[in-house]
T-cell receptor, first 115, second 116 residues
Framework: AQSVTQLGSHVSVSEGALVLLRCNYS??????LFWYVQYPNQGLQLLLK??????LVKGINGFEAEFKKSETSFHLTKPSAHMSDAAEYFC?????????????FGKGTKLTVNP | EPEVTQTPSHQVTQMGQEVILRCVPI?????FYWYRQILGQKVEFLVS????????KSEIFDDQFSVERPDGSNFTLKIRSTKLEDSAMYFC??????????????FGEGSWLTVV
């Protein structure tokens, strides 16, 4: 069975500092990987996804993530945090080779950006 | 940008009552999903629906749950006899050609269900 571990339920950074949100996954087959963001009182919005090809994936709002198969990781980064980045971030994995339409989510990381 | 819309945004219901949560997926999408998030817990998959039938469901999706696409635009989740533990945010989602194809899943803003 697939699973996702997000290290740190809360991360706090200063405005302008590097954002690093960690995600490790467990999957017996090559997965698809996703990062979603949830702003207060809103739904889940896709930030970026990895399916195949280039392992460094760029998303919206200046975020990027790198798929590292050897480390089973898909960490999310942004060079310089903005106040508007404060939200909850979810890493998710799917199993396309298994024919599954299911996304398995991590527990989420709440990002706080301090002025 | 097209979006998935859900109604109601918040519903309070008494234990044992039936609840129907409604969703309008993006118009040219073919795959539909329900997920839920109990407060403080992970977002969990409930069910996927394609070609007018359930294609996959989780162990959470037991006999008290059902889904339906009653017309060409709506997709509903029915909870037959609600329990306190059904209190959660329910997310509807859709995708054009399925997650397996690498398509993006678009989520609605959620329906918050409180069972009292």
């Amino acid at each position: 069975a697939q699973s996702v571990t997000q290290l740190g339920s809360h991360v706090s950074v200063s405005e302008g500092a590097l954002v690093l949100l960690r995600c490790n996954y467990s999957s017996s087959v090559p997965p698809y990987l996703f990062w979603y963001v949830q702003y207060p009182n809103q739904g889940l919005q896709l930030l970026l996804k990895y399916t195949t090809g280039a392992t460094l994936v760029k998303g919206i709002n200046g975020f990027e993530a790198e798929f590292k198969k050897s480390e089973t990781s898909f960490h999310l980064t942004k060079p310089s945090a903005h106040m508007s980045d404060a939200a909850e971030y979810f890493c998710a994995v799917s199993n396309p080779q298994g024919g599954s339409e299911k996304l398995v989510f991590g527990k989420g990381t709440k990002l706080t950006v301090n002025p | 940008e097209p979006e998935v819309t859900q109604t109601p945004s918040h519903q309070v219901t008494q234990m044992g009552q039936e609840v129907i949560l409604r969703c309008v997926p993006i118009s040219n999408h073919l795959y539909f999903y329900w997920y839920r998030q109990i407060l403080g817990q992970k977002v969990e998959f409930l069910v996927s629906f394609y070609n007018n039938e359930i294609s996959e469901k989780s162990e959470i999706f037991d006999d008290q749950f059902s889904v339906e696409r009653p017309d060409g635009s709506n997709f509903t989740l029915k909870i037959r006899s609600t329990k306190l533990e059904d209190s959660a945010m329910y997310f509807c989602a859709s995708t054009r050609q399925g997650l397996i194809s690498g398509n993006t899943i678009y989520f609605g803003e959620g329906s918050w269900l409180t069972v009292v």
